[in-house]
């Protein structure tokens, strides 16, 4: 026993001295004691992440505005600190939002909005600002212009960490050279030890954002990337929910919310993709777990015991009414594959309300009566359908014996009146009657055979339309509202919208890697949609090969979620976890011991763009282990590496035919000239030859008095489209087919064949005989390639 627990019963009041002590903590007191959670554990990452989240802030602004993006981010030692600049030429910032957007944490539009952004939180800058005054102890320096306005708004803010307020110390107009935008001036406790990441930071989000044009000026360097494109990203459009992995605990304040009754209603006012055709669809899953199905049963052969057993239930009628309904009811059974004890009382309804113009009325207690012992009659022979049910459900190795033993201890469950229950129930029952069979008859009945009656037995089971309960009852009953997540994961909806997500595309993927690296190889993949806890998300992938790229030591890895660089953490994040569980080899990369990254001359980049990316901490640094978009991660990258794979092996390919080439280019001119010494003759041009033994695309130009005639033999085993362009020295004429243009007193004839293998294509044309030319040959490999010039 502790102390203070042996002391407890000789003092007094030592619980409301306890709760003297106890208050509510501000958020921004929280995270000035937990700044690490944020990205500021240290000078070095500190001035990293103060960069990100201001840079994140001014792309978001500009393109939400229809702005491409210029940034400036400047960086410079004053003192014992570090002065950081960022400025941007968005829209700007209304005066009255400046001090709480920078001095009040957990503040922002985007939290509650479902559609792709690269902050959500309002924790960003703010924390940044934090940051700044807790290292330095000086203000954050504001200043913003919105479009159209004739001054700058100029602000110097500290935070209150009590309160979680903006305390500012200074407030007025000035003037500022840009028309609009935003710059924010922090000085803060840094260092340049982690340069690197700061530089991989910028470049990476000039890869993602190749319509953005960032500059970084440091202590003794500097950065500009220039954009690579006019086009920004798609506007997003803020969605609904969409059904597939809600969490109960939401859909619970949602129906508490909602302003819908039915839950019909509640379905298709609050998620996206329900109509009222799916959200029947959801009903009648939710209708099979909060009220079960009812077992339908095949009727009995001689339909006269249905007939017999409706006549002699029904009293007080005369005998031709009695005979017109229950003829009836037993001709409409007959007419049923299997029936339901809701679907009898139905038929029995429809036909007490057909002949009542000629029989008179048939009051309820009549047609209860006779429900009830048509219904006997139907459920007779219920242990043969139970047999039936179960021996189409087992194996053929099931005996006889065992098959009528299992059915008959299943039949004895349908018991009530109705024969309504569950799946779980239905499972319970064929479970007992299973445990049952094996004690008693010492026969294993294995979970496949068990689950196959279950199925067997649920499939025949019809639902019943009974009234569901009203939104607020379900969001007043827990287990009632895990029925209905359940229901709604179950039934098939269509893939939320992507207007609410903006990925950069497959070609914009490939114009970023171009951009920032120079490279012989880039391929790209853009995924198709999922849904991952209810948010849509889109995956893309891109590969950068050889080149400048440096070929020692293992590949670089980019990671991103919503167009925002991951710096840090990388060897906890879902990206790079899948990117070392890849076989590489596979695909034309070196990879010691089949696992972990590959080496080689090759950068792979992979974006997550989602509603709600799932970090694996508060300061999004690394994504997390979340099955569906570790799938996705892998797609993307696969699709981008099979085309890596393909230029790989033909680049080998090329270069053992280019080593075969030399050396019969080498072997053959001897060849040649011996053959001519020998033969008296004049040397031969060996382009031909060369041509047709290597199986090449031979092209070559023939002059005689005027008439130029180029030809293309295509000695491949394939189909080979050429782009071929004859500059000529003077203009050309009776041009048999291609075009001709004239520039600075040149003329360009340019000609597309396309040769089967084994065929000749023949352009002609006239020119003075005293011209000169030069052709430029495109669209076949060098090495398949043989110019007579």
Not at 210 to 216: G, K, S, T, V
Not at 303 to 323: F, M
Not at 658 to 678: F, H, S, Y
């Amino acid at each position: 026993m502790t102390s203070l627990q042996s002391t407890l019963g000789d003092e007094q009041g030592i619980a409301d001295e306890l709760a003297a002590n106890q208050r509510e903590i501000s958020i921004a007191e929280f995270f000035e004691k937990n700044k690490h959670m944020l990205g500021f554990d240290s000078g070095a990452r500190g001035l990293v992440t103060a960069v990100k989240e201001a840079v994140d802030n001014a792309l978001d602004a500009t393109e939400e505005a229809g702005i491409l993006p210029d940034i400036y981010v400047g960086i410079e030692e004053v003192g014992n600190y570090y002065r950081l600049v960022v400025e941007d030429n968005g829209p700007g910032i209304t005066k009255e939002q400046i001090p709480k957007v920078f001095g009040k944490l957990l503040y922002g539009s985007r939290f509650h909005a479902r559609e792709q952004s690269r902050g959500q939180q309002g924790i960003g800058i703010s924390a940044a600002v934090l940051y700044s005054q807790l290292t330095s102890g000086k203000p954050a320096k504001i200043t913003s212009r919105t479009q159209g306005s004739a001054e700058a708004q100029y602000f110097e803010l500290i935070i209150d960490t009590d309160t979680n307020e903006p305390e500012i110390s200074t407030e007025k107009t000035t003037s500022w050279d840009r028309p609009h935008g935003t710059r924010i001036e922090l000085e803060m406790e840094a260092n340049m030890r982690a340069r690197g990441q700061l530089r991989d930071y910028i470049k990476h989000t000039a890869v993602v954002n190749p319509h953005a044009r960032i500059e970084l000026h440091e202590p003794n360097d500097s950065f500009k990337s220039e954009r690579a494109t006019d086009q920004l990203p798609a506007e997003t459009e803020e969605i609904r929910p969409h059904p597939h992995g809600v969490e109960l605990g939401t859909v619970i304040k949602m129906l508490g919310a909602t302003d819908s009754h039915s839950l019909s209603g509640f379905l298709q006012e609050e998620f996206t993709r329900v109509g009222k055709k799916t959200a029947g669809k959801v009903l009648d899953n939710f209708r099979d777990r909060h009220f079960g199905r009812e077992m339908a049963w095949k009727p009995p052969e001689d339909l006269t015991v249905v007939e017999r057993a409706v006549r002699e239930a029904t009293a007080n009628k005369a005998a031709d009414a009695v005979e017109a309904f229950a003829s009836g009811i037993a001709k409409r059974v007959s007419e049923r594959d299997r029936l339901a004890h809701h679907e009898l009382a139905g038929i029995v309804a429809e036909v007490a309300d057909g002949i009542a113009a000629e029989h008179g009325t048939f009051g309820a207690t009549v047609r209860e009566k006779a429900v009830e012992a048509a219904w006997i009659a139907i459920i007779e022979d219920r242990d043969a359908e139970c047999y039936r049910l179960v021996d189409g459900a087992t194996s053929t190795r099931k005996d006889e014996a065992t098959v009528e033993a299992l059915a008959g201890r299943i039949a004895t469950k349908f018991d009530d009146d109705r024969n309504r229950l569950p799946r779980s129930t239905l499972t319970e029952y064929v479970d007992r009657a299973a445990d049952m069979t094996q004690e008693r008859d010492d026969v294993a009945v294995g979970e496949t055979a068990r689950e196959n009656i279950v199925e067997e037995f649920w499939s025949v089971m019809r639902t019943v339309l009974d009234d569901v309960p009203l939104a607020r009852e379900v969001a007043n009953d827990r287990n009632t509202a895990r029925e209905l997540v359940e229901a709604m994961r179950e039934t098939d909806i269509i893939a939320p919208p992507t207007d609410c997500l903006a990925p950069i595309t497959a070609e914009l993927v490939e114009a970023g890697l171009k951009k920032e690296f120079d490279a012989e190889f880039y391929a790209a993949a853009t995924r198709d949609a999922e849904v991952h806890g209810g948010d849509p998300f889109i995956v893309e992938a891109g590969i950068a090969y050889g080149g400048e790229i440096p070929a020692e030591g293992s590949i670089d890895v980019m990671r991103f979620a919503n167009r925002v660089p991951l710096v840090y953490q990388r060897g906890a994040c879902a990206t790079t976890d899948v990117v070392k569980s890849i076989g590489w080899r596979n695909y034309g990369l070196d990879q010691p011991g089949d696992s972990g990254l590959p080496n080689g001359p090759a950068v792979v980049m992979v974006h997550v763009a989602s509603t709600n990316v799932p970090f694996t901490s508060e300061s999004k640094d690394a994504i997390a282990n979340v099955p569906a978009i570790e799938d996705e991660i892998e797609l993307a990258i696969r699709e981008a590496a099979r085309e890596l794979k393909s230029y790989l092996n033909k680049q080998r390919s090329i270069a053992k035919r280019r080593k075969k080439q030399d050396v019969l280019a080498t072997i053959l001119p001897e060849m040649a000239e011996k053959v001519a010494e020998v033969t008296e003759r004049e040397s031969p041009n060996i382009d031909a030859a060369l041509a047709r033994i290597m199986n090449n695309v031979q092209v070559s130009r023939a002059v005689k008095d005027g008439s130029v005639r180029l030809l293309v033999e295509n000695h491949s085993g394939t189909s080979e489209d050429i782009e071929l362009t004859d500059i000529v020295s003077a203009e050309p004429s009776d041009l048999s087919e291609g075009t001709v243009i004239e520039m600075d007193g040149e003329w360009f004839v340019k000609w597309s064949p396309t040769v089967p293998a084994g065929e000749t294509a023949t352009l002609e044309y006239r020119v003075d005989e005293d011209v000169t030319f030069d052709l430029d040959v495109s669209g076949v490999e060098t090495a398949k390639l043989t110019v007579e010039r």
